[in-house]
């Protein structure tokens, strides 16, 4: 079985500081491991995805994820908050227990950019 | 880039209605899934399509069914809705069960009065 945890429900950041999203996950079997973002009233767009090649995984908007296989975890980051980030952010896991590889999400993030 | 539309960016319905909420997706993908989201909850997985007329039940199923006719469209029904069915709902779509990540819709946020 397989299940996410997002440190974290609200981050609240300067803009021009790093933003750094805590996500720790378990799993039996190699993961694949995803962040996603989702802006208000809109549907979720991915960030980035690890399928076990570089574990340092870099994103789209200047977003980053390293996948830590002794923490288990996959925490993503970016060295500069910006106005625009402000959302809310998903990360989520998948591996083939059970014969699927339906994603299983955390309960999301809001990150919070201050001016 | 694929697109996922969904029909209807906002809905209020009645209880005891029943209420269709349609996903169509424009890239040929084999696999489709209607997700609930609410708030401090996630994303729950009501209902998921590998093929056209196959169905599983997600973690969720109760309440809802779905149709898959052709490929590139996934209908979530609620049979009769009911004020604990108000909720963001979200379509998505995948190529494969494994890797690229889901592409999502816009959502329809639902209210059931």
């Known amino acids: 079985a397989q299940s996410v945890t997002q440190l974290g429900s609200h981050v609240s950041v300067s803009e021009g500081a790093l933003v750094l999203l805590r996500c720790n996950y378990s799993?039996?079997?190699?993961?694949?491991l995803f962040w996603y973002v989702q802006y208000p009233n809109q549907g979720l767009q991915l960030l980035l995805k690890?399928?076990?090649?570089?574990?340092l995984v870099k994103g789209i908007n200047g977003f980053e994820a390293e996948f830590k296989k002794s923490e288990t975890s996959f925490h993503l980051t970016k060295p500069s908050a910006h106005m625009s980030d402000a959302a809310e952010y998903f990360c989520?896991?998948?591996?083939?227990?059970?014969?699927?590889?339906?994603?299983?999400f955390g309960r999301g993030t809001s990150l919070i950019v201050h001016p | 880039d694929v697109k996922v539309t969904q029909s209807s960016r906002y809905l209020v319905k009645r209880t005891g209605e029943k209420v269709f909420l349609e996903c169509v997706q424009d890239?040929?993908?084999?696999?489709m899934f209607w997700y609930r989201q609410d708030p401090g909850l996630g994303l729950r997985l009501i209902y998921f399509?590998?093929?056209?007329?196959?169905?599983e039940k997600g973690d969720i199923p109760e309440g809802y069914s779905v149709s898959r006719e052709k490929k590139e469209r996934f209908s979530l029904i609620l049979e009769s809705a009911s004020t604990n069915q108000t909720s963001m709902y979200l379509c998505?779509?995948?190529?494969?069960?494994?890797?690229?990540?889901?592409?999502f819709g816009s959502g329809t946020r639902l209210t059931v009065v």
């Open positions: 998505a779509s995948t190529p494969s069960r494994s890797g690229p990540g889901y592409t």
């Open positions: 799993s039996s079997v190699p993961p694949y």
């Open positions: 690890y399928t076990s090649a570089a574990t």
């Open positions: 989520a896991v998948s591996d083939a227990s059970g014969g699927s590889y339906i994603p299983t």
């Open positions: 890239m040929d993908h084999e696999n």
């Open positions: 399509s590998y093929d056209v007329k196959m169905k």
